[in-house]
């Protein structure tokens, strides 16, 4: 078993949660550039038959991004200080992935199916709050040193 250092332990956490809001920011930045290239675009592509699949993109991306809410909520239960490392990294990044996969698709079909403008910025709504409400925290830290 390794050693316990809080100091140590603390800039490690810090340098991770750096690194996770630096892949946290290139996220919301790349959703805004296919939300923008999107809207430009969209006046070519109207597919009236495929209407419906922009209604249930819509209803799929808060499923997708609460989930990955409730995910990193429990995979921070199983984050102790021995491997927070490595569980702390996962429990933040899957979540994104999982929410970033939910913005995509509701933004991309709504724009590129059938210029559904409304709809494609609700999901980037949606996608971004979600993606603000799984960054790292301090109060992260604080819990797992708890246990």
């Known amino acids: 078993m390794k050693n316990f250092d809080p100091k140590t332990s ?5 340098l991770m ?6 892949i946290g920011i290139a996220i919301i930045l790349t959703m805004t550039l296919i939300l923008i290239a999107g809207i430009f ?13 922009n209604l249930i993109t819509l209803i799929l991306c808060p ?10 909520k ?3 239960t199983k984050v102790t200080m021995l491997n927070f490392t490595k569980m702390y990294f996962n429990a933040t990044i899957l979540p994104f992935a999982l929410c970033e996969l939910g913005g995509i698709i509701c933004i991309t079909t709504s ?12 999901g980037y709504a949606v996608t971004l709050i979600f993606l ?3 960054f790292p925290r301090i109060e992260d ?7």
């Open 10 to 14: 603390e800039m490690r956490f810090f």
């Open 17 to 22: 949660v750096r690194q996770i809001r630096i």
């Open 41 to 53: 675009v969209s006046g070519s592509y109207i597919n009236k038959e495929y209407e419906a699949l």
């Open 63 to 72: 499923l997708l991004c609460a989930s990955s809410y409730f995910l990193k």
């Open 74 to 76: 429990s995979m921070l």
């Open 111 to 122: 724009l590129f199916i059938n210029q559904n403008i409304p709809y494609a910025l609700a």
């Open 132 to 134: 603000l409400m799984n």
């Open 141 to 147: 830290y604080r819990e797992f040193k708890e246990q």
